[in-house]
């Protein structure tokens, strides 16, 4: 079964300063990934995924980026926050010819 | 587009008291739907996938049944443990490789 690692696991920052939340799995190859983003009490927005290395798709436009250096890590960046990039980050993975997503623990990101 | 719609939004309930949660769903054409459960503060938890109306899954107290147009979440005789929130999500298959997810149901069980 698979394993989804992300850190860390919080962060605090100040406005303006850069992002960088990785996401590693273990245990499928060739997976789909996710980057989903949950403010407090609400559902799961998609923000990026990716079907194999360097491929990305992007759901929503901001001042986010995404990047998959390798088959099993996935990289959330910013050059610069905003206050309203606060929220939960969960990384997904599903694995190949699969039809569930599995979730990692997530990172909870405060943005001052 | 495809939409999930999730009631309520919140659910108090006794222990012991078994009740049900809805997701209601429009898609161009269901090629699965999910249940998940989330704790605070944590990622949701895989629980289900129903693929055909009139399919059904059990798994301890939890059923999950599916129709064309909804998928129930029956939780019989729950207990505090089962207190979490509770989201669903479809996948169409006009969707590519993506879930559409409803705003979720937050299910607290009282002792």
């Known amino acids: 079964s698979q394993t989804i690692h992300q850190w860390p696991a919080t962060l605090v920052q100040p406005v303006g300063s850069p992002l960088s939340l990785e996401c590693t799995v273990e245990?499928?190859?060739?997976?789909?990934l996710y980057w989903y983003r949950q403010a407090a009490g609400r559902g799961l927005q998609l923000l990026f995924y990716s079907v194999g290395i360097g491929q990305i798709s992007s759901e929503v436009p901001q001042n986010l980026s995404a990047s998959r250096p390798q088959d099993r890590q996935f990289i959330l960046s910013s050059k610069k926050l905003l206050l309203s990039d606060s929220g939960f980050y969960l990384c997904?993975?599903?694995?190949?010819?699969?039809?569930?997503?599995?979730f990692g623990p997530g990172t909870r990101l405060l943005v001052l | 587009e495809d939409q999930v719609t999730q009631s309520p939004e919140a659910l108090r309930l006794q222990e012991g008291e078994s009740s049900s949660l809805n997701c209601s769903y429009t898609v161009s054409g269901l090629r699965g739907l999910f249940w998940y459960r989330q704790d605070p503060g944590k990622g949701p938890e895989f629980l289900f996938t129903l693929y055909s109306a009139g399919e059904e899954k059990e798994k301890e107290r939890l059923k999950a049944t599916l129709t064309k147009k909804e998928s129930f979440l029956h939780i019989t005789a729950p207990k505090p443990e089962d207190s979490a929130t509770y989201l669903c999500?479809?996948?169409?298959?006009?969707?590519?490789?993506?879930?559409?997810f409803g705003q979720g149901t937050r299910l607290t069980i009282n002792p």
């Open positions: 245990g499928t190859s060739n997976p789909n």
């Open positions: 997904a993975c599903q694995g190949f010819l699969e039809e569930t997503q599995y």
């Open positions: 999500a479809v996948h169409s298959v006009q969707g590519a490789q993506k879930l559409v």
